[in-house]
């Protein structure tokens, strides 16, 4: 049993729509290319903005670097982003560095220094949440429940989650997807509402269906490992994390790649389960490494190598275009 598998099965081990027209070669080509410069436009005109001072553009350029095709300039230079912005005070960079400092994630790994980002950022997060901010509202009783930035005062939890929970019920019944995630999380968290794990991966389902590659990943957790003990069941979880793989999701890879390698969910085939572990360590999920270690003590050069060309000439279904048209 390997080390990343090994995480996951202790926990009970554990469609992206993107059906679209299908483009003949070339409209796909000259699409990519068009999103190409697109991408590159957006990053030298946030780069500007930020230079020049600007603490939003600081954000959206560390949201870059975290969430986009930038991050290989790593995430280091994102914190030094979000941490510009915090220096002003901005919130987006004061919980961003709250964030980093906790999990080490660019910074060193600082729980004091963490907290005080999360106090700094405190009375920004209470005015939103009094103002019917829902994500502040669930970002406050966040704090108040795992006591960052603020001492531990669960019926201030419980008021907070139980508050956003009300908003975003008629916000679900609309459609809303994002709302969907949301509701799930304060489901299984189960403070200020009623526990109801079930009704939670319905929801993160929903958003899955919808082709929200973060659902992909949440309905995928939640079936695939049982994650807050929801029944198991791998092959369900198996379907959604694969098309949030494809969606280019790195822990949705990691998971993926553990999969094959051990047949959960889906037959094992070790070429797969090289390129979607070396995928996810390409995108610096650190859990895959030792998994594909020990996976490729295990299998054939030839295994190893054809696993790693597939990883190399991969690329995200939204990047791809099919060679003909229906």
Known sequence: MRQFARGVRGTLVCGAVFGAMMLGTAQAQDEEDARSDDEKLLWEETLVAA????????????????????????????????????????????????????????????????????????????????????????????????????????????????????????????????????????????????????????LYEVAATAGDRAGLYLAGVMFFTGKAKHPVDHERGFYWLFKAAEADHPRSQAYVGAAFAQGLGVESDPVEAVKWLQLAIDRGVGAAKPELKELSQDITEKQLKQGKALAEEWRPIFDRGLAKSS
């Not at 560095?97 to 963490?114: D, P, Q, T, W, Y």
């Not at 829902?134 to 008021?159: R, V, W, Y």
């Open 51 to 202: 230079e020049e001072g600007s603490t939003v553009a600081m954000c959206d350029l560390g949201e870059l670097i975290v969430r986009g095709k930038e991050a290989q300039r790593g995430l280091k230079v994102a914190a030094k982003w979000f941490g510009k912005a915090a220096e002003q005070d901005a919130l987006c960079g004061l919980m961003r560095m709250a964030e980093f400092h906790r999990r080490g994630r660019g910074v060193e790994e600082n729980i004091a220094l963490s907290d005080s980002f999360f106090a700094r950022a405190l009375p920004q997060v209470s005015a939103l949440a009094r103002g019917g901010d829902i994500q502040m509202q669930i970002q406050l009783a966040k704090m108040h429940h795992k006591a960052l930035g603020t001492p531990e005062d669960l019926e201030l939890a419980a008021l907070w989650y139980r508050n956003a929970a009300t908003l975003l019920e008629p916000l679900v019944r609309a459609g809303d997807i994002d709302a969907h995630k949301k509701l799930a999380n304060i489901l299984i968290i189960g403070v200020g509402v009623d526990r109801d794990v079930i009704r939670a991966g319905k």
